[in-house]
């Protein structure tokens, strides 16, 4: 009862500061919500980081919160700032080339045969963390470049959450004897899943419609279109939480994290946002 207390607070509370910071602070092409995707990608990271390291695959968590904002922050430089992309992009090599070169200054010697069996382990670990979730996430500081930013990053927000929230509801109210059909998450039922696909393409079709500057131009095309973005969105929210629990059981976590009350740590609470941001972009591009 505490947990489903502290998830509804976290929802009411938390869903309109993120509201907010979307609509009230759209300067420099939404920095402020960039800058929060950046932090959110650094501190996801460094979850993941503990996660790999549990199973052997070690990474240092300063280094995994650094790596976790590369690509977030070079997106920022460039949508925020009009930073050259070539500069931009050379963090994310640098990135890469201490991870590579790392071991050189790292690797100390305590007997005549250094032992080099983790280094590949390293390797893998530091390049996962360069990617999940900030390679995923910066796609959010991308949707800021479109002509309707807002609109969009609010309908992109709101088809996650409300995906996640309705799910939970209808899950627990219809799915007692439904559950079980993803292995790799037992408690999650078919019925949590139809409530989430109906709010995504819920919130897809109002929003064309209430904001239809922002979801033109076939007027006859519109509510496909919007129906199959809510679709086909649902379906990676879905995804998003399933390959994060997936992580979790190899790892032996039951919570990504602590920071969250109700919910775990951050990876819990956008997993499913970080795998459907690319995916809502380019959908959004090619239907809008």
Not at 114 to 143: C, E, H, K, N, Q
């Amino acid at each position: 009862m505490k947990k489903t207390v502290q998830r509804l607070l976290i929802f009411f509370t938390g869903l309109p500061v993120a509201a907010a910071l979307i609509v009230f602070l759209p300067q420099y092409n939404h920095l402020a919500l960039n800058i929060a995707v950046i932090a959110f990608s650094s501190m996801g990271a460094v979850e993941f980081a503990l996660m790999l390291k549990s199973k052997g695959f070690p990474v240092y968590i300063v280094e995994a919160a650094v790596l976790g904002s590369l690509s977030p922050l070079s997106a920022t430089l460039i949508v925020s700032f009009d930073t050259n992309s070539q500069v931009t992009q050379s963090l994310f090599i640098i990135g890469a080339s201490w991870v590579l070169v790392s071991e050189i200054f790292l690797r100390k010697s305590k007997a005549s045969s250094p032992d080099f069996s983790t280094v590949l382990s390293r390797l893998s670990a530091a390049f996962s963390v360069m990617i999940y979730p900030g390679l995923l996430l910066s796609w959010i500081v991308t949707m800021s470049t479109l002509s309707y930013s807002t609109i969009v990053i609010l309908t992109f927000i709101l088809t996650v959450t409300t995906n996640d929230s309705l799910a939970w509801v209808t899950g627990m109210l219809f799915g007692k004897n439904n559950k079980g059909i993803f292995f790799v998450s037992p408690n999650k039922s078919i019925a949590g899943y139809v409530g989430g696909m109906i709010a995504s393409i819920g919130v897809c079709v109002g929003m064309a419609y209430a904001c239809p500057d922002a979801f033109v131009p076939d007027q006859t095309a519109k509510l496909p279109s919007a129906i199959l973005l809510g679709f086909f969105s649902g379906i990676t929210v879905i995804l998003g939480d399933l390959a994060e629990s997936a992580i979790k059981r190899s790892s032996g976590f039951k919570d990504s994290g602590r920071l969250i009350p109700g919910r775990g740590g951050v990876l819990d609470s956008t997993d499913s946002v970080a795998l459907t941001a690319p995916l809502f972009y380019v959908l959004y591009r090619f239907f809008f």
